[in-house]
């Protein structure tokens, strides 16, 4: 048995596998899905970007959710595979700190973006003559920038919280990345404190953009109930399932990990449910929004042409 006890300020992250077969075939389906969610994003990112046809809200506001789930990721499967492969897993204290910063300023500002997107829908949907005036370009940039700047807040908070506190001996943490949540349970002191306010950040990060997302999509339903056209119900239905698919996958693991107290979680279920939303939802949303939208895979099929007769 290893001993992870050690006298430096490096923290120990005891990862997600173990080193068996299992372990090492966990690990290959881990990268797999790494490498499609790197290429699905950067794909999509550039896409949106290049293709004119797609410079609209809801489009740019797809673009940054693949802009986020790109670093999201990268923030957190990189290092993983790094201390699998080479044994060493150790990370540094400030190491720590920095990916702890990442990932709450990306997970916060991506669950704000998702509330963003559906409100988007809502007034495409519901109010579409009002929609040049609710979308325009400066409310689009005011909701990318809101959600960068308010996860940016929020992660300083907590990441300088947890680089403060005083730590015992052991400074291993059950995970495969410096979440907050883990790092406190090694505290040589009573945090009940900054456990409540975490379930406030949650709240406000996760419970209200869910229920504003169930009121938008309530809304929605009800109106292309009432449509007279058949393809129209169609496509906003397929709108929604889409955005409803991230969202439940994003917000519900999430949620759970962050709001229920620490005597009803456990270590393996914590690692578990974040594979879904550090891992499965960044390759998810490139593959959702992509194959399921007529207008994306029109770009796509646009920018290939260009790029086949410019060779040509």
Known sequence: MEDFNQTSADFILLGLFSPSRMGLFTFIII????????????????????????HTPMYVLLSQLSLMDLSYISTIVPKMASNFLFGNKSISFIGCGIQSFFFLTLAGAEALLLASMAYDRYVAICFPLHYPIRMRKSMCVLMITGSWIMGSINACAHTAYVLHIPYCQSRAISHFFCD??????????????????????????????????????????????????????????????????VVTFYYVPFAYTYLCPRSFRSPTKDKILAVFYTIITPMLNPVIYSLRNKEVMAALRRLIQRIFFMKV
Do not use: Q
């Not at 990268?31 to 797609?54: E, K, P, R, V």
């Open 180 to 245: 907050i949540t883990a790092m406190v349970t090694l505290a040589c002191m009573d945090t009940w404190i900054y456990e409540y306010t975490v379930f406030v950040s949650t709240t406000l990060f996760l419970v209200f953009p869910f229920i504003g997302i169930s009121c938008s999509y309530g809304r929605v339903l009800i109106t292309v109930y009432h449509m007279p056209s058949s393809e129209g119900k169609k496509k906003a239905y397929s709108t929604c399932s889409t955005h409803l698919t």
């Open 31 to 54: 990268i797999l899905i790494f490498l499609m969610a790197l290429i699905g994003n950067l794909s999509m990112f550039l896409l949106i970007f290049l293709d004119t046809h797609l």
